[in-house]
């Protein structure tokens, strides 16, 4: 069974800070891994999806890494702001399983403080 | 991107009772996905919800505890039943768009006195 860790669980930076969020699976037979955003209390915002064929994605001030042999991402955030505040969740499509069931890490709870 | 409207937003409900959680998706899709995420922990799957076919159940759930339907191609609705507190958690309903990606709607958050 796919094991999905986060590291940090939290983080607290100041403003203007670049981060690194760090993900770790224990099955490198994935289909794709995509990072989420989770405001207190809201739904999922999907951030990045990268494909298992892929070594990042970009979007913005986030750039998203992947590196299967090793069973890590990574999610960059550049030039942090407040609105950043949120939890981050990375999540996989194990290959061996149905696209949809999604195995998730517990998150990285940031905090960008002004 | 999918727009996934869930209903309702949240709700404190009694110990015995039931509720019924809505998905409303703006586009048709094929398969829906209903996860939970209790406290603290991270999003785990309760089951898919294929249109016209009973819905398929990860291990540790059951259709009894857990009814869903799936009437068309743009709404589910998932029942949590007979609700004791541990049943309190963040429950969402999902879809897969465009380029393999999943979109979640906005979540019940459910609490259980």
């Known amino acids: 069974k796919q094991e999905v860790t986060q590291i940090p669980a939290a983080l607290s930076v100041p403003e203007g800070e670049n981060l690194v969020l760090n993900c770790s699976f224990t099955?490198?037979?994935?289909?794709?891994l995509q990072w989420f955003r989770q405001d207190p209390g809201k739904g999922l915002t999907s951030l990045l999806l990268i494909q298992s064929s892929q070594r990042e994605q970009t979007s913005g001030r986030l750039n998203a890494s992947l590196d299967k042999s090793s069973g890590r991402s990574t999610l960059y955030i550049a030039a942090s702001q407040p609105g950043d505040s949120a939890t981050y969740l990375c999540a996989l499509h194990d290959r061996g399983s149905t696209l949809g069931r999604l195995y998730f890490g517990r998150g990285t709870q940031l905090t960008v403080w002004p | 991107s999918a727009v996934i409207s869930q209903k309702p937003s949240r709700d404190i409900c009694q110990r015995g009772t039931s509720l019924t959680i809505q998905c409303q998706v703006d586009?048709?899709?094929?398969?829906m996905f209903w996860y939970r995420q209790q406290p603290g922990q991270s999003l785990t799957l309760i089951a898919t919800?294929?249109?016209?076919?009973?819905?398929?159940?990860e291990s540790g759930f059951v259709i009894d505890k857990f009814p869903i339907s799936r009437p068309n191609l743009t709404f589910s609705t998932l029942t949590v039943s007979n609700m004791s507190p541990e049943d309190s958690s963040i429950y969402l309903c999902s879809v897969r768009g465009v380029g393999e990606k999943l979109f979640f709607g906005s979540g019940t958050q459910l609490s259980v006195l």
């Open positions: 099955d490198s037979a994935i289909y794709n």
């Open positions: 919800a294929n249109q016209g076919s009973e819905a398929t159940y």
């Open positions: 586009s048709q899709v094929t398969m």
